[in-house]
């Protein structure tokens, strides 16, 4: 019997066209995506001996994608001039082998599928597929030795061939869900950690936990905090036996970070694993 087209495509054979399928982002905004709104094609990429071709099977979106579109360069993670080297989004992907390096022939094969861990280092330099690298709005990439020898390991991710393609794709979000039943929150100052308040004091605030004779920061840094409630925290400190350190100006903070960081309109407690 003959086999059907689907049959074919998941064997993973080397593809036989010239180009490559991709939607770029060249700056902050929906307009620049793509050319003219459309996607855009480019020769199809060649790959070394110790390097992997890949066909992207399915991407999600994350809201990691939507902020780099609002963001554009001025996001955190972006190091480039997006017009000259544009970004290609995409973390949440599935993929399968297509071509294998000489080098890797007896570790892949055209057909093995795989998921990723996004999040590459290379020497500590962040390296994360659809920031740096390539991304899945691409329908073919080049997976290097970042990908296969990074700072942790391999960050391919086998998958069985019986999963589907978009089901594949949505691990890395449903993994983030799962993550978060598995933390727990802070509510209250860490004892015997460090808090640090900045200013300026627009509204009143008390402290409900972690800032009494059971539990309480060993020190707090201050800033800007000038007002009643700044004056109480001064005051509680010293009944505590709590040390003070003010500091002038945000960037001056130096040394270990602290635990918490309370801001005028803003609370970070770091979590704890469960």
């Not at 004091?201 to 060993?218: L, N």
Request: charged share 25%; glycine share 10%.
């Amino acid at each position: 019997m003959a086999k059907s087209r689907f049959d074919i495509y998941r064997e993973g054979h080397t593809p036989d066209k010239s180009t490559n399928r991709l939607w770029p982002l060249y700056g902050a905004g929906m307009e620049n995506l793509g050319k003219d709104g459309r996607l855009i094609e480019k020769p199809m990429p060649s790959y070394g001996p110790d390097e992997l071709l890949v066909r992207h099977d399915a991407c999600g979106l994350c809201f990691s994608d939507i902020k780099i579109i609002k963001l554009g360069e001025d996001h955190p993670r972006i190091y480039r001039k997006m017009r000259e080297k544009p970004v290609v989004l995409g973390h949440e992907v599935s993929m399968t082998v297509v071509g294998v390096g000489e080098k890797l022939k007896e570790q892949y094969h055209p057909g093995d599928r795989f998921i990723l861990q996004a999040d590459i280092f290379v020497n500590g330099i962040g390296y994360a597929y659809g920031y740096e690298i390539q991304g899945g709005l691409s329908e073919y990439n080049v997976i290097d030795q970042r990908v296969l020898n990074g700072d942790n390991g391999n960050y391919l991710i086998p998958i069985q061939p019986q999963t589907g393609y978009a089901e594949s794709a949505l691990v890395e979000p449903w993994a983030c869900v799962i993550a978060a039943y598995y933390l727990q929150y802070r509510t209250a100052l860490k004892d015997n950690g460090s808090a640090w308040f900045i200013g300026p004091e627009t509204r009143t605030y008390s402290i409900s936990q972690g800032f009494d004779e059971k539990s309480h920061p060993q020190v707090i840094k201050l800033t800007n905090m000038n007002g009643a409630f700044g004056n109480w925290l001064r005051q509680k400190a010293k009944e505590l036996g709590i040390k003070v350190i003010d500091v002038e100006q945000v960037p001056e903070i130096s040394g270990e970070p602290p635990d918490a960081v309370l801001a005028d309109d803003i609370v970070l407690l770091s979590p704890t694993q469960t």
